[in-house]
């Protein structure tokens, strides 16, 4: 079992829908990480995440500790949204970062 | 102020040759840190830097080495190279401290160097 899963892998949604991205995991953390990487490769740190819930624009991430699970919000999506979302753990002694797997999303107009 | 610059973008090597790049983090961040991203792979994490010491090495072999300086700029060197060492490879910086305390703070990426090793 990977140390960190997402679902889906895949996402296709229209503009304006509301949409989902989760992410579990098997370690104690000291903090979760989303990222978002268009294509070209650069990569945008969007949220740093030990507990509950944090906002920006259009954007909600919200971590529960107990159960080892994170999701990523998108509201009123758009094209531009479009991009690889990967969540990113970090151990409980500041250990090596872990990497999801991503979730490709594509927004279509 | 500057974003975190990488060097250089592109690299083409050839099979058992060596490849040095280089990472200048923010102005003010001490912590630096490289990624190795693939296809197969995803990304993965390489190793961190802190005050010139480093603080965690992923699981990669020996190969694969980096430094850090007084300024904080980074270089992470690769020896001997194969094809599946083609990538991209990635460097982030961040206000991190020391201590435990101090483990967390957001991770600004560079744009990669993306390397092929022919």
């Given at each position: 079992k990977n140390e960190v899963e997402q679902s889906p892998q895949n996402l296709t949604a229209q503009e304006g829908e509301f949409i989902t991205i989760n992410c579990s995991y098997s370690v104690g953390i000291s903090a979760l990480h989303w990222l978002q990487q268009h294509p070209g490769g650069g990569i945008v740190s969007l949220f740093m995440l030990s507990s509950g819930k944090k906002k920006h624009g259009r954007l909600i991430a919200t971590i529960n500790i107990q159960e080892k699970h994170s999701s990523l919000h998108i509201t009123a999506s758009h094209p531009r949204d479009s991009a690889v979302y990967i969540c990113a753990v970090r151990g409980n002694y500041g250990q090596n970062f872990v990497f999801g797997p991503g979730t490709r999303l594509s927004v279509l107009p | 102020k500057a974003g975190v610059t990488q060097t250089p973008r592109y690299l083409i090597k050839t099979r058992g040759q060596q490849v040095t790049l280089s990472c200048s983090p923010i102005s003010g961040h001490r912590s630096v840190s490289w990624y190795q991203q693939t296809p197969g792979q995803g990304l993965q994490f390489l190793f961190e830097y802190f005050s010139e010491t480093q603080r965690n090495k992923g699981n990669f072999p020996g190969r694969f080495s980096g430094r850090q300086f007084s300024n904080s700029r980074s270089e992470m060197n690769v020896s001997t190279?194969?094809?599946?060492?083609?990538a991209l490879y990635l460097c982030a910086s961040s206000i991190r401290g020391q201590g435990q305390s101090s483990y967390n703070s957001p991770l600004h990426f560079g744009n990669g160097t993306r390397l092929t090793v022919t």
């Open positions: - | 190279l194969e094809l599946g060492d083609s």
